[in-house]
Every structure is written in C-alpha cells, then in structure tokens.
C-alpha cells in the first residue's frame, strides 16, 4: 500500500496533462506513491496520453478513463475514493507542481503534527495570454499563520489552494449532500467538512503552477452562475454545520446586489427586485448603507454601464 495517493482528474486536457503528469513522477521521496488518474470521458486525445504514461510507469499510474462523464465534482470525489495511501494529494490535468519533494514534505509534515488533517503550501497563478506575469498566493502582506482551525477559516476567509493540499484519507467523509455536485467551490466545502476533524497547517513553499486559461471550469461560467451557485452552497454549508456559523452565512448581502444588479441590466425587474430587497434587508456586514452609492449603481446598471 502506497504511504501517499495522487488524486488527478482530467477533462480535454492534451494541452497540458503532460507537462502536469512530468511534475508528479518527478516527485522524490522515501516511501512509495501511486498517481490515480481519473479522466472524465475527454473528446480529446488526454485519454491517449495518459495510456502512454501508464504504460511507462505501471507501477506508478493507476488509469481511470470513463467512457460516460461524470462532471467535475463527481469525478473528483470519485478519483479520492479510489486513492489506497495513508495521505492524499489533490491535482487537476491543467496545473503542475514546481517543487520535487512537494510530497515528501507534506507527509513528513503530517507524520510530526498528529493535529493537523491537513497541510497547504503556496504557489502561483500564471496566465497563459501574460507570457511571465506570476501572482502568488501568499506574499508576506497575508501569509497565514502555520495552524489555522475551521472558526479562522470561515471567519477570516482563509485561502487553503486545493491543488497543493495533502490531507489525511481517514477523515475523508463518505457521504456527501447533493447540492455538492453541483458546487463550483467544491473544494471549499471539502476543506469544511475536512476541518470539522482538525487543523490546517501551512508549508511556506511554493508548489504549484497554477494555470489561468480560458476553458478552465470557472472561465465557462457566467457571472449570474457564479454567484447563484454562491448562495446555494453558502445555505447548504450552513445547515451542514448546524448552522453553528449562521451570523456569518445567513446574509449574503453582496451577493444579492451583484444578482439584483445583473438582473436589472437584463431588465428582469421582478429578478432584480427580488434580488436587492434582500440585500437592503442584509445590509452591508460592515459599514453604512450608503443611498447615494447605491442609486448611482442603479442608473448606471440601468443606462448600459456596468456597475
């Protein structure tokens, strides 16, 4: 049994699964590992470049290629249930790793703080029409503190980037709400329900590439999709939780007058009133409502101009 599992799905990825696929097998480390890749039934020839690694690392890649596609999440879900190591490591065909003992010190790291169900590192955004730009995940104007818990996380917002998380396959709950499926911020709710069991300790080491492109999952998004999906699972980790965090999820305020404003552009006024009776009714977490701005938002909403 390998002490850690790669867990990689990929979706019409040719592109850049090999660059992603290099990044893994080059991993040092002390302990055996095995690459699980799960490929969502892709129209292009990823299926083909993954046989070809398999075939050239046997003991190292464990192909799943669907012939049906599953969706993302279910993919993804699905491709950590088939891991078999003590320790699992999240990867997506589109990214690769920049540091060669990334997996050697994330276990290392978990085998001496027994506290922590998981660990992160940093890493970067680079974007594929921005030749050498790189954004960083952390620089020291917020880099987090090594040990965070599940009340830091949804108080503060904390930033945990999936594809540089290792965590503790026991913890991994074996049962998930429906609405999961549907989530763009899966990941998101998986560090929830992961650190209900613990913490989250942070590696100062950047590990991951993360690639910004156009048919990346959330640049096929809309805007409208985007934030509906936000509210939805907002309101699903609420009551999944007790809604122990109510005070933090019950009021989307933002969200509301950014759908009551896309709305209004679409002169969908029964959307729109819907939408930004509930934000009057949140209100702002912070500060005053303020009459003025939110009129100018309006007209400019109404008149063609984005607000």
């Given amino acids: 049994m390998p002490k850690v599992s790669v867990s990689l799905i990929t979706y019409n990825h040719e592109k850049f699964i090999a660059a ?16 699980v890749v799960c490929d969502d039934a892709s129209t292009d020839k990823t299926p083909e470049i993954i046989s070809g690694y398999a075939a050239k690392y046997p003991q190292l890649i464990k192909p799943i290629l669907r012939k049906n596609n599953l969706g993302m999440v279910k993919n993804a879900l699905a491709a950590i249930e088939a ?14 790793w920049t540091d060669d003992n990334k997996l050697q010190m994330q276990a290392s790291y978990l085998d001496k703080n027994t506290d922590c169900v998981l660990c992160y590192t940093n890493g970067y955004t680079f974007y594929m029409d921005e030749p050498g730009k790189k954004d960083f995940f952390f ?41 999961i499926y549907s989530a763009l911020n899966w990941d998101w709710v998986l560090h ?45 980790v609420n009551k999944l939780l007790n809604y122990r965090y109510n005070e933090h999820f019950k009021n989307m305020w933002w969200e509301y007058r950014e759908l009551g404003l896309i ?45």
């Fill in 139 to 179: 620089t020291d104007a917020n880099k987090p503190t090594e040990k965070i818990d599940l009340d830091f996380f949804i108080h503060n917002g904390a930033l945990i980037p999936n594809n540089t998380k290792m965590f503790r396959k026991e913890i991994q709950p074996a049962t998930f709400p429906d609405w």
């Fill in 263 to 307: 709305y209004l552009r679409k002169r969908s006024l029964v959307n729109f009133l819907n939408y930004y009776l509930r934000f009057i009714t949140s209100g702002p977490k912070s500060g005053k409502l303020s009459i003025k701005d939110e009129l100018w938002r309006i007209k400019t909403a109404l008149f063609g101009r984005k607000a």
């Fill in 83 to 96: 891991c078999s190591g003590q320790y699992i490591a999240i990867m997506e065909g589109d990214d690769f």
């Fill in 192 to 236: 929830i329900l992961q650190l209900r069991l613990g913490m989250a300790g942070y590696i100062d080491a950047p590990t991951l590439a993360y690639r910004r492109h156009q048919d990346a999952a959330f640049g096929k998004k809309s805007e409208e999709e985007i934030l509906l999906g936000g509210i939805e699972t907002g309101a699903g």
């Fill in 20 to 35: 992603c696929l290099d990044s893994i097998v080059a991993q040092i480390t002390a302990f055996d590992f095995e690459i």
